[in-house]
């Protein structure tokens, strides 16, 4: 079966520091990889996807980044946190093609002072 | 601007009430799928409905969808205080590409 992880679960940081966010997946091969971010009470802003190694495709301008080194790892960075980057952020994974359903991991709360 | 909007944004009822949400969408789509999110958690895949299908059942979740009217809408019967949660509505877009668009959710709130 296929299982996902985000770590870690939690994370405070200071303005200004870097971040690394990981997800990885495990039980599928080459796997349409996303990550998203939440606002408190919110619904999802869909920050990157990835259709293979090195694919990055960004939804947002932001001062984030994303890459994926493997095939079922993707990483999530900043060089500078800036306060607006807090919130839950998610990463889910789902098969080749539009439109499939997704699995999400459990998500990482992030709060930037 | 959003792809998917659920209605209405927050509901409470008593347990053993059924519970409706809305979602209304504004482009063609290819499906459309509702997931749930306890607090803090991770999203769980409830039920994904084809654009060319009116209903869907599992269990006491009933789906269905018009797409004349570019709306969908979600009823769990006989709703138990575990159904509390946040149901999200999510959609295709229909433009070939890869992007799931989610909607702001609605907050269910089951009263024991």
């Known amino acids: 079966s296929q299982t996902i992880h985000q770590w870690p679960a939690t994370l405070v940081q200071p303005v200004g520091s870097p971040l690394s966010l990981e997800c990885t997946v495990e039980g599928t091969s080459n796997p349409n990889l996303y990550w998203y971010r939440q606002a408190a009470g919110r619904g999802l802003q869909l920050l990157f996807y990835?259709?293979?190694?090195?694919?990055i495709s960004s939804e947002v301008p932001q001062n984030l980044s994303a890459s994926r080194p493997q095939d079922r790892q993707f990483i999530l960075s900043s060089k500078k946190l800036l306060l607006s980057d807090s919130g839950f952020y998610l990463c889910a994974w789902s098969g080749t093609g539009g439109g499939e359903t997704q699995y999400f991991g459990p998500g990482t709360r992030l709060l930037v002072l | 601007s959003q792809q998917g909007e659920e209605d209405p944004q927050a509901l409470s009822i008593q347990e053993g009430e059924n519970a409706t949400m809305n979602c209304s969408y504004k482009t063609s789509i290819n499906n459309l799928q509702w997931y749930r999110q306890n607090s803090g958690r991770g999203l769980v895949h409830l039920i994904l409905i084809r654009s060319n299908e009116r209903e869907k059942h599992s269990g006491r979740l009933r789906v269905t969808l018009d797409t004349s009217k570019k709306s969908s809408s979600l009823l769990i019967t006989a709703s138990r205080a575990a159904d509390t949660a946040s149901y999200f509505c999510a959609t295709d877009a229909n433009t070939g590409g890869f992007k799931t668009i989610f909607g702001a959710g609605t907050r269910l709130f089951v009263k024991a």
């Open positions: 990835s259709v293979g190694i090195g694919q």
